[in-house]
Each structure stands twice: as structure tokens, then as C-alpha cells.
């Protein structure tokens, strides 16, 4: 169990269920606009230009749902160990994680110290996988 009082659980789950919100909202606008850019591109003969530009937009787009995505399914996972009363341990090495750093990061899992040695072992990571 974590050494965080129910104000410091409560503001991190609110801070949660905010980014989880907004980033639901940015998913399905993405996905709303490759629909209507599919839609309006029926039958539309451009030049090559305009073609690799769309398509660059659209890999770009894609990137980015990719990476809300990974975000949610870390928002979901962090509200899951909340629940099981496992929020703010590291799944390293079992210490607290600080405060101040799941208000910086409320999906972390990991304290920062860990975090930095799994970053040096594994550079290509982008996220942390937790």
C-alpha cells in the first residue's frame, strides 16, 4: 500500500479521468476527420504532390491516434491499480513512487530512479511500458 492520503489518490484519479476524457474527445475527432477526408478525396484526381502531402497528413494522424491510444490504455491500467490498491508502487522495486512525480506523470509506473535505469537499458522504449 502507497503512502498516499486519500486528497493526493483523489487529485491523481481526477487528474486521470480529465486526460482520459480529453484524449477520448482528440481520438474520436481523428477518426471523424479520416472519415471526412476519405469521404471528400472519393473520386478527386490529384497531382503526385498532393497525394504524398495527404498521405504524409494521414500517416501523421494515424501517429498520433497510435500514441492516444497508448495513453489511454496507460490511464486505464494506472485507474485499474487504483482500484486494486497498487497506485504508487513502483513494479520495479516496490517503493512509493513520489508524489510529485505522478502529478507530473500520473500514469507512471515507476519511480523516477527506476524509471532512469530502465530508460539507459532500453533507449529505444518510448513510453513507459509499466
Known amino acids: 500500500m502507497t503512502s498516499l ?3 493526493q489518490l483523489s487529485s491523481l ?3 486521470l479521468k ?3 476524457q480529453k484524449l477520448q474527445g482528440e481520438v474520436r475527432l481523428s477518426r471523424q476527420a479520416k472519415e471526412e477526408l476519405a469521404v471528400g ?3 478527386v484526381v490529384g497531382d503526385h504532390g ?3 502531402a495527404a498521405h504524409l497528413q494521414a500517416g501523421i494522424r494515424h501517429v498520433e491516434t497510435e500514441r492516444d491510444i ?3 490504455l496507460d490511464i486505464e491500467a494506472a485507474l485499474e491499480r487504483i482500484q486494486a490498491g497498487s497506485y504508487g508502487e513502483c ?4 517503493q512509493d513512487i513520489a508524489y510529485a512525480r505522478l502529478q507530473a506523470q500520473p500514469s507512471a509506473t515507476r519511480c523516477a530512479d527506476c524509471q532512469t535505469v530502465f530508460e539507459r537499458r532500453h533507449p529505444t522504449v518510448l513510453r513507459d511500458p509499466g
Open 50 to 52: 498532393d497525394a504524398a
Open 13 to 15: 484519479k481526477a487528474q
Open 18 to 20: 480529465e486526460r482520459e
Open 5 to 7: 492520503s486519500d486528497a
Open 91 to 94: 513494479v520495479d522495486c516496490g
Open 70 to 72: 497508448e495513453e489511454l
Open 41 to 43: 478525396q472519393a473520386g
